[in-house]
């Protein structure tokens, strides 16, 4: 019995893995006292992992009986362990007896239904008999079982984590029995949008992990679409947390000796290790590999298909594969030697494993998580041959572009055929390249690193949700007056040269900036790092009732007044002042020439060089360093008399900014100094909206967190956030999702009534 003082992490697990295969299980019947030990964990896990035992009884009154969990699973079992406070971790699996009809009941819908729905290419489901109702009962009845077996084991501070679309219900009838509960799922396939039940429970869940960023805007489609919502609620949130493997176990001296039997058994043949959840794919590879036959007649002795079909799939879609496979052996094989093997079977791990590491290319074409899986575990096998990966584009394995080679369209068999023929003859440098960035990537993103990620993402969201409650409540005690700063480039209009289009993302945020300056008590200021004259044109066809901000604070506008104010005097010498700018002006003409479509951007602040709309991207790099070599020549000489210039380098910008007058950062604390002198809030509330790209904006930013802090203001009425993840920041908040940001003001402008 576990004590009520322990927070734990419960796991909701169906016995199908994300292989889409049932993993083999270890004997556990309702009479064992003690499951099954688990897997080896490495040493930092020293908390249990305990596994309980779950009888369902489904309608027809049939017993599923309970065995040991999945391995992958344990491995993020294991890892939720290590965050600080979780004391352990229980994993509810149900696996079905071996009666005949089980698969029946607990299965059914899965299989003919889930299954199917969960692939991209897939139609909706429209035809709904009898049978299938039938199959919907079971499937619920099984959910619930799930629920309940829950919260007969949930304590208050305990998290739930709900595992993959075969348990999609399970958060529908878990929050109606815990309310209050913390549940995070994670779906390890491509996310469908057609059916309003899934969203309606999945969106009962605190954090959502999908496996790509298409699953996401799936997913916010899908929302909108069919929930009528902009997008998934900001107390939702929305992550990409790709599965991974276990990185522990590597192959055993059982293992490569058989893989040395492989080897001898296709002595001087390059094998291609293929591996498919789906007929189409299997009969477009079997293609493909035909026509490679045909087009490179040197391959057709030295190449072997050694390819394994799910047994998901059923063998009635299969019954025109062993003639395909026939007529290929008999076509371009011989007496001694069958190019093209084929099994619809589920081998051992030890067996695929050394498959795997026997190979000499992996290939890979669906887009369902057991993809990600098969190619990771390939990668890992393959530490001592290096051979390269074939993918298809729409598969969740998510890697940095040219490590693998990935195929557009797998139906479009030509291209298939290229991409066999360029990846076999490939030079060993370029393979053991891709090789070394792969095998990087999966360890960096192994399976205790996914359940690390995920568990702390949904640990955070919760400690977010608090912060929110106690910003609110702090806002609504303030007797006084309150400050609100906005700053950010892109708040009032999108990131194009067209200042007149106001940002979509942001109407609804300068919405509620709206109301509440209208607020007497409050002192609203937006502020950017556009020139007063780009932000002049805005403010023409937008009313306002807040300060507007310029130049990153060189320049305020009331609402009561077209004019602007300079905060600050700029440098002078005995030259004119804008002979820095003109200097750097010229010398960024000679890079605009050199790069077609960029273009310079000036201000009476700073000079900004952006590359973004440049027809040369591939040069951006090149010329970017050499532009910034020949500006810290210019900056050092310019040091030499009086005048300092900083520069700000991203990837598609390189800006030029005066240090010597209190513009920019000091300009922004000056500003800051002065709203507080005379304001004197009771509370302030400054969020930076501010892509990483604007560097000058984050140095503002900082500026002005750090001015905050400086200032003799109560922690509890003092809230910084910023909307930019930095390694080093002065905001006491870091979020990435502007979606809570809106949510914020929306929760203001709701504590006091509107004033017109």
Not at 132 to 160: F, L, P, Q, S
Not at 439 to 460: G, K, P, S
Not at 712 to 721: A, K
């Amino acid at each position: 019995m576990i004590a009520n003082s322990i927070k734990k992490i419960i796991h909701c697990v169906c016995p199908l893995s994300t292989d889409g295969v049932p993993i083999p299980f270890s004997t556990c019947t309702s009479n064992d006292k003690l499951p099954p030990s688990p897997p080896t964990t490495p040493n930092h896990f020293s908390a249990k992992v305990q596994t309980v035992p779950l009888n369902v009884y489904s309608p027809s009154k049939e017993l599923f009986n309970v065995r040991s969990r999945p391995s992958w699973y344990m491995i993020h079992a294991a890892a939720s362990l290590s965050l600080a406070g979780y004391d352990q971790s229980i994993c509810i699996d149900s696996r079905p007896s071996k009666h005949a009809s089980a698969d029946r009941y607990l299965y059914a819908f899965v299989v003919k239904v889930l299954d199917p729905l969960f692939q991209v290419s897939s139609a909706p489901l429209s035809k709904c008999d009898k049978t299938m109702a039938n199959m919907w009962k079971n499937y619920i009845h099984v959910n619930i079982a799930y629920a309940e077996a829950v919260a007969a084991r949930y304590h208050t501070g305990d998290i739930v984590w709900i595992h993959d679309y075969q348990l999609l219900m399970v958060p529908h009838y878990l929050r109606q029995i815990l309310p209050g509960a913390k549940i995070g799922m994670s779906i390890y396939a491509n996310f469908p949008y057609w059916y309003k039940f899934m969203l309606e429970s999945i969106l009962l869940a605190d954090h959502i992990g999908f496996q790509t960023k298409l699953d996401t805007r799936h997913f916010a489609t899908a929302c909108s679409r069919l929930l009528s919502m902009d997008c998934p609620p900001s107390s939702k949130q929305v992550g990409v947390f790709p599965s991974g493997v276990d990185n522990q176990s590597l192959l055993k001296f059982s293992v490569l000796e058989r893989v040395k039997e492989i080897r001898d058994l296709f002595p001087h043949k390059q094998i291609i290790f293929c591996r498919d959840t789906h007929v189409a794919n299997v009969i477009r590879t079997l293609a493909a590999f035909s026509q490679l036959f045909s087009r490179d007649r040197y391959l057709m002795n030295h190449l072997v298909l050694i390819h394994l079909c799910s047994t998901r799939v059923p063998a009635s879609d299969l019954k025109a594969i062993p003639e395909i496979v026939r007529q290929i052996n008999q076509l371009y094989g011989n007496t001694d030697f069958v190019p093209v093997h084929f099994y619809h079977q589920e081998l051992d791990r030890e067996e695929r494993e050394a498959l795997m590491a026997a190979a000499d290319l992996g290939l890979f074409l669906g887009s369902h998580s057991s993809t990600s899986t098969s190619a990771r575990e390939f990668v890992l096998s393959q530490y001592e041959r290096h051979a390269p990966l074939i993918m298809s584009k729409d598969s969740s394995l998510v890697i940095p572009n040219g490590v693998i080679t990935a195929v557009e369209d797998p139906s479009d068999i030509p291209a298939l055929v290229t991409a066999l023929h360029d990846t076999l003859t490939m030079c060993s440098i370029d393979s053991e390249k891709r090789y070394e960035s792969l095998y990087r990537f999966v360890l960096e993103n192994d399976a205790i690193t996914c359940a690390h990620r995920f568990i702390q993402a949904l640990v955070n969201h919760e400690t977010l949700s608090l912060y929110i409650q106690q910003l609110v409540k702090a806002y609504k005690a303030a007797s006084g007056k309150k400050l609100i700063i906005m700053c950010g480039n892109d708040t009032l209009t999108t990131p194009t040269e067209d200042i007149e289009l106001v940002n979509p993302s942001g109407e609804k945020l300068l919405s509620y900036l709206e109301i509440l300056s209208q607020d007497k008590t409050n002192s609203v200021y937006v502020v950017s790092g556009r020139t007063e004259a780009d932000l002049g044109v805005w403010s023409k066809g937008n009313s306002h009732s807040f300060d507007l901000v310029a130049e990153y604070g060189a320049f305020v506008q009331q609402p009561s007044d077209a004019t602007w104010q300079a905060t600050s005097t700029p440098f002078t010498t005995d030259k004119k002042p804008t002979d820095w700018r003109k200097l750097i002006t010229k010398l960024f003409q000679k890079y605009v020439q050199k790069l077609l479509g960029s273009r310079i951007v000036g201000s009476k602040t700073m000079i900004t060089l952006d590359f973004n709309g440049s027809f040369d991207s591939d040069k951006i790099s090149y010329y970017s360093k050499k532009c910034n070599e020949e500006l810290v020549n210019f900056v050092n000489i310019a040091a030499t008399q009086g005048l300092k210039l900083k520069i700000f380098k991203s990837k598609a910008k390189i800006q030029v900014q005066e240090c010597s007058s209190l513009y920019t950062a000091k300009g922004y604390s000056t500003l800051i100094e002065t709203l507080l002198e005379t304001i004197r809030p009771n509370f302030v509330l400054c969020i930076g909206n501010t892509n990483d790209q604007d560097k000058p904006m984050i140095a503002c930013e900082e500026s002005m967190f750090s001015t905050l802090y400086g200032h003799s203001i109560g922690r509890d009425q003092l809230y910084t956030i910023s909307m930019v993840p930095k390694k080093c920041t002065m905001a006491n908040w870091q979020w990435k999702d502007s979606n809570d940001m809106v949510d914020i003001f929306k929760q203001l402008v709701e504590i006091r009534p509107k004033q017109v």
